[in-house]
């Protein structure tokens, strides 16, 4: 029998008590979930969600679906992706910060080597360049445009709620997703009750 479908938010002490009843989806980059991510968790990057859209459709037939990212910020948008696919998922309230902060378990794999928060990240390419741009504006005043137009593209990405620069940086290599670990998570999707490494 197909559970009822649930588009909201979870706090992690709501997702704690259900967990089990869950499939939980992690829509950070591979080197995110590999710093750490919740029990049972399969990733499958925001920029791959709509190829496992078949998978996660299946998935969905079995039980609700729940959508974690490092904030909640990235796991609203892939609901809202799934919102528009007829999937109703729920985002869990602070990601995996929240989670970890109340002291709930991060599994990591074995193995695995944490990468930055895609958010630190960002924060550290966007105030290298704007650095960068100022100290090389010193010589060539042109150069200062390398900075404003840094410091637009942060303006609009807080108004539009997306981040172009995150887009681009999950993109390069120890953010991508290894075809097999994209292939096994949606292996497990298909497959009820296949174990998760």
């Not at 499958?44 to 079995?62: G, M, S, T, V």
């Not at 959508?67 to 609203?76: E, L, M, Q, W």
């Amino acid at each position: 029998m197909t559970a009822t479908p649930i588009t909201s938010a979870l706090t992690p002490d709501q997702v704690a008590r259900r967990i089990d009843t869950l499939t939980v989806i992690d829509v950070r980059t591979p080197g995110e979930y590999a710093s750490g991510h919740l029990p049972q968790a399969l990733n499958i990057p925001l920029d791959d969600l709509r190829a496992a859209l078949p998978d996660l459709k299946a998935a969905a037939d079995r039980g609700d679906l729940l959508i974690v990212c490092a904030s909640g910020n990235r796991s609203a948008q892939a609901c809202a992706t799934l919102a528009a696919e007829g999937l109703g998922a729920a985002t869990l309230t602070g990601g995996t910060t929240e989670w970890a902060r109340l002291g709930y378990a991060l599994d990591r794999p074995e193995g695995g080597r944490a990468v930055w928060a895609m958010e630190r990240q960002v924060r550290l390419a966007a105030g290298s360049m704007v650095l960068a741009g100022l100290l090389a504006g010193r010589r060539w005043g042109g150069a200062r445009w390398v900075s404003a137009g840094i410091a637009g593209g942060l303006v609009f990405s807080a108004v539009t709620n997306t981040c172009g620069m995150a887009q681009v940086l999950s993109r390069l290599p120890h953010n991508r997703a290894r075809a097999c670990d994209l292939n096994t998570a949606r292996d497990a999707l298909r497959a009820p009750g296949a174990p998760v490494e």
